[in-house]
């Protein structure tokens, strides 16, 4: 994407995300910052690594871009801003709906400046909803999309799984695939467009396949929750006499009779044929699984097909042959301050 300039005004993680991704293909970002406000306010910043990490010099999501100081309720600000527009190919944003109107930056004004501009606004609900005005975050739009209802501890609690799904899956992944669309049928056209994501709708979008399960193919929901968040015995993590957990992750027969075999346990698979033989599985492999350690399971399992894989941590999984920390986050430094 080399040539191609982004202007970022987002804070949060969607957009900085899918502009981080963007810069990684070769575009040149600008981070638009708030110079009153350089770094994003969280509750628990103070002794939470995570959330004072973002604005800071390990900011991943702040790798390969440029940083402008800029206050958006400033005319003279907005002015800069909009000069900028001129001679870029990407705007992006995540304020709530009509945000950017009430600024003045809306589409209408930034199409005028630029018409080869493509605009991505990325909401939470969406912008034509009656909730659309309402502030919210991942775990809210897994909620009011139906997906946070399918993951379920053994309490039948519904639990967030961190913030992968919304923000940066349903969020900041999908913006990054409409934006290059439109870039695609610019190259057709000539013209920009105007692209709005909502998260809650993204999310309903990788939900796909589980809905047209449950909605039209007429099956519960429950179902699901009995499959593959944790109520199939082979699809779940259990606990290892050191206190670690390993993940189990067999769906097929051949798969699930080589965890059988590994455990000299080969009455597994006629367990596992039907629902009323799970919870003797479960119980049986918590049983089995509990009397090693986790390195001798891996080592057991390490040349197998049976799915079987220690859960690590994010300290423990780069030894496995993943990139580098420096490579995935940068070299410890933010954007470059224009």
Known sequence: MTGIRVIDISVNAPGPFSSMVLADMGAEVVSVVNPLQTKPEYAGAADDPMLAGRGGPNDALARGKSRLLLNLKSETDRADLLERVG??????????????EALGLGWDVL???????????????????????RAGHDINYL???????????????????QN??????????LAVSAILAALLERARTGQGQHIHLSIADGIRYLLSDISAATILGGHSEES???????GMPTYDTYSTSDGKWIAVGALEPKFIAEIGRKLGWVELSSLMERKEGWPEAKRGLAERLRLRPLAEWTELFADSDACVTPVLSLAEAHPFGLPQMADVVGQGQGAAEE
């Open 224 to 230: 699901w929750r009995g499959s593959l968040s944790g």
């Open 164 to 173: 992968l799904i919304g923000d940066y899956a349903a969020g900041g992944t």
């Open 111 to 133: 199409k005028s400046r630029n018409s080869r501009l493509v605009l991505c606004e990325i909401t939470g609900y969406g912008r034509d909803v009656p909730h659309a005005a």
């Open 87 to 100: 001679s870029a190919d990407v705007f992006i944003s995540e304020m709530r709906p009509r945000k950017l």
């Open 143 to 161: 909620a009011f999309s139906g997906a946070l209802s399918l993951i379920r501890d053994e309490h039948n609690k519904p639990v967030a799984p």
